[in-house]
């Protein structure tokens, strides 16, 4: 065994690698989880008073008669909150290096958390009222009277980024967002292309729409705010909310109940999250506020909606000879992780494959839409979706099949690893790492052959079948860093906590199999808290596909010190060199004296640190341990996708659907398989159904499920996975991140296999798919 195969094969234990059942799901499937709503009992209930016109200067706010209504106990304006700072600052900025080298330019935003004088939106909150109860709040809200003097509403991105355009907001003096340029290779005179395409591409916007809404609970005593939070990131949310009241962080502890889905949506600070907290403090009494489905659709921060204008120049074999995309991102009237998506978009617009030279330039631009945070993928599947449709159309005018044209220009085996020309966000350079990337297209293919739309077409006489493939790149794992922390408890039994907070996802399963394995335990002695910032004082949360990377690695790291900490108490206790003592099966033996001689078990260890035991002096075993990956790690994949056009609609049905995917370590296949599942669904809601649309005055038109359609079970087939494990040094598991490997190249696999089944004869370049566009063409081969 080579040193390389002897240190992956360290990496996965009895437990790690292993596809153990989900723990939490007895508790959530059972009806017994702890979400927000269920921690209530008690709290005056608060709702909002929203406003109801996108773009306005506030004339009047008129809170008497609701004052005056029965069971209200307060109405607040943005007035009323005593703010140090009355806007939450940007979530993520990128490392001066990567600014450099991409010119990347980003506007200070000052979005107001709870305005008095001007809104931006539909939804954009404006009074906190608060009562007895939910219902006496709704009727109460109904009395508050706000007068308007409208303003024209800028609902598309490209012309509010004309110089002409007026500023959404007065303290800047243009609406662009964020800007970046990337550009490497040259073009020099020798250099030829044989074919150059060019296109538009759109991709729409749509969201997150977890199964639970939102939702803040504050309980105020007299040295703190406690306040448990729906979301992905309490670190942050305990930071926005001390920047804006100017407490200190020992005034704020910020605590996750379970969680029904997050995806990004959660992965932001929202001004509820602030006002909740700041009029617990001011009113004395325990708030709450849950958010209900129409809140949700019009006021929850949205993804994706960005369009791209490209131009591929490739050779006459098809291999890319120059690569240039130009995209604009509509964040509406902000986002908090505006640098993140449009750096994102540039970087992962260059995909898996060998280009030799590109140009990509990004704009974001504020219009009077509703807010954007990321959305599972974050970029990604927006610069995907780009790049593979183009790939596709140099490959039908060049009489290739889109699998052969990504074959011709896919990174090998021998390729890899690959370096790019420009920093990461970290500021570390760009190299793609993994295995083989044309090899895990060959693997979707063997996954789902062409040949297979032969027998679906014979199932389905009503439909035209085609296939599609699409590849994709991801950086996973992103830091600076994570927290993890590890103890013995009094019992002999251990818990485990950190920094990312799970949203439904498998972290106290995955989390628990990392310990065990350090530890030497049985699984059963790990118990897996929820996030909170009394447990783990520091850290960044969960999204970005770096959970199992970073928290991971940082309780590994802390399971590790625990473990060492433990063998010399054990030695003490047994009175023998560090050096002879071993853990095995939980037994601390020393190898040294009389064979089968006794041993020292985690219960000792713990009772010897307790009050009168050999220990006291140094205390319970109790570890916190911070990881900090030098970059980020690199996965790539491939999907293959048929579909089904019903003959006479338009309509779309996916019919059968594979990924293969290069990942690391699975520290719980089942969960991953899971998670690129669960991925799959939601891009096929984007590609096919989803989009949050707005009026030409500005006002949503997807405000319930009548509108914003979701996929149900019948419109996702059975998703067939292969994971291609790559290892990677890049931190003590070798994972890899996964958990947006299902979403990103949807779109692009769908949109191909569309195409095919029409005998192109129809051009795909935006999402959702119109069914309106494709019974066009079918009627005209039909008149044909």
């Known amino acids: ?55 306005a200067l506030i004339n009047t706010i008129d ?9 209200v106990v307060g109405v607040y304006t943005g007035a009323d909150l005593g703010l140090v700072n009355d806007h939450i600052a940007e979530l993520h900025v990128p490392h001066p290096a990567f600014v450099d080298a991409t010119a990347f330019r980003m506007a200070e935003q000052r979005l107001a958390i709870m305005p008095t004088d001007r809104v931006h939106y539909v939804g954009q909150p404006l009074v906190a009222l608060i009562a007895v109860d939910r219902y006496t709040a709704e009727d109460a809200m109904e009395a508050v009277d706000i007068t308007y003097s409208p303003l024209a509403p800028c609902l598309d991105a490209d012309a509010a980024l004309r110089e002409d355009a007026t500023p959404i907001h007065r303290h800047l003096r243009d609406n662009e967002a964020a800007s970046i340029h990337i550009e490497f290779g040259g073009l020099t005179p ?32 007299a040295r703190r705010v406690s306040v448990w939070t729906s979301t992905q990131i309490p670190h942050m949310v305990r930071r926005g909310i001390c920047e804006a009241t100017g407490w200190a962080t020992e005034e704020v502890r910020v605590a996750v109940p379970d969680v029904g889905g997050g995806f990004g949506t959660k992965a932001n600070v929202y001004a509820e999250e602030i006002v909740i907290a700041a009029l617990a403090r001011r009113t004395g009494r325990d708030l709450v506020w849950v958010e209900d489905r129409q809140e949700h659709l019009v006021s929850a921060a949205q993804g994706r909606d960005q369009t791209h204008r490209t131009r591929l120049a490739v050779d006459g074999e098809g291999q890319i000879v120059h690569w240039a995309d130009d995209f604009t991102v509509d964040i509406g009237a902000g986002g908090l992780w505006v ?146 922390r590890v103890r013995l408890m009094s019992t002999g039994q251990f818990e485990v906590s950190s920094g990312a907070a799970s949203a439904g996802q498998a972290h106290e399963t995955a989390f628990a199999q990392v310990a065990a394995d350090a530890l030497r335990v049985d699984l059963a002695r790990v118990r897996v808290r929820q996030a909170d910032t009394d447990l783990v004082e520091h850290g960044i949360g969960t999204f970005a596909s770096r959970s199992a990377v970073l928290a991971g690695s940082a309780i590994r790291k802390a399971a590790d010190e625990v473990r060492t900490l433990a063998t010399a108490r054990a030695a003490e206790l047994l009175g023998a060199p560090v050096h002879a003592v071993e853990l095995n099966d939980g037994i601390f033996r020393s190898h040294i004296g009389e064979p089968g001689s006794g041993g020292v078990g985690w219960d000792d260890v713990a009772r010897a640190a307790a009050p009168g035991g050999a220990h006291e002096e140094l205390g319970p075993l109790d570890v916190t341990e911070v990881f900090r990956p030098q970059t980020v790690t690199w996965t790539m994949g491939a999907h293959a996708a048929v579909v089904g056009v019903h003959r006479r609609t338009g309509a779309v049905r996916v019919l059968a659907y594979a990924v293969a995917h290069e990942g690391g370590v699975e520290i719980n296949p089942q969960v991953v398989e899971g998670q690129v599942i669960g991925g799959v669904a939601q891009g096929i809601g984007g590609t096919l159904m989803e989009e949050f649309r707005y009026s030409p005055q500005g006002q949503p038109q997807s405000t319930t499920f009548a509108d914003y359609l979701l996929p149900s079970t019948c419109d996702v087939p059975e998703v067939r996975v292969r994971h291609l494990g790559v290892d990677t040094p890049g931190n003590p598991l070798g994972v890899r991140g996964a958990g947006e490997s299902g979403t990103i190249a949807v779109a692009a696999a769908v949109a191909a296999a569309v195409e095919h089944a029409l005998g192109d004869r129809v051009q795909v370049t935006e999402t959702p798919i119109s069914p309106a566009l494709l019974r066009t063409a079918l009627r005209q081969e039909q008149r044909a």
Do not use: W
């Open 63 to 71: 809170t008497s008669a609701a004052v005056g209504m029965p069971g």
């Open 339 to 484: 640098a993140g998506v449009v750096a994102n978009t540039a970087i992962h617009a260059l995909g898996p494959y060998r280009v030799p030279r590109a140009r990509i330039t990004g704009r974001a631009a504020f219009t009077n839409k509703t807010i954007t945070a990321q959305y599972r993928g974050a970029g990604r599947p927006e610069a995907c979706f780009a790049l593979e449709r183009s790939l596709d159309d140099a490959a039908r005018r060049l009489g290739l099949s889109g699998a052969e044209i990504r074959r011709r220009n896919l990174l090998t085996a021998e390729d890899l690893p690959y370096p790019r020309p420009l920093p990461y966000r970290d500021g570390v350079d760009v190299v793609f790492d993994g295995g083989d990337y044309a090899g895990c297209l060959e693997a979707a293919l063997e996954l789902l052959p062409v040949e297979e739309i032969e027998a679906l077409q014979d199932d389905h006489p009503d439909l035209q079948v085609g296939h599609g493939v699409g590849c994709y790149l991801e950086a996973t794992g992103r830091g600076p860093y994570e927290t993890g």
């Open 190 to 221: 020798d250099v030829t292309a044989d074919l150059t395409v060019e296109g538009t591409y759109r991709i729409g916007r749509h969201g997150a729409v977890p199964l639970e809404g939102r939702g803040v609970l504050a309980r105020v005593d």
């Open 1 to 55: 065994m080579t040193s390389t195969d002897a240190e992956a094969s360290s990496r996965v234990g009895p437990y790690v690698g292993r596809p153990v059942a989900r723990r939490e799901d007895e508790r959530l499937m059972s009806g017994r989880g702890r979400y927000l709503a269920d921690l209530a009992a008690g709290a005056l209930s608060v709702v909002f008073v929203r406003s109801a016109v996108p773009h």
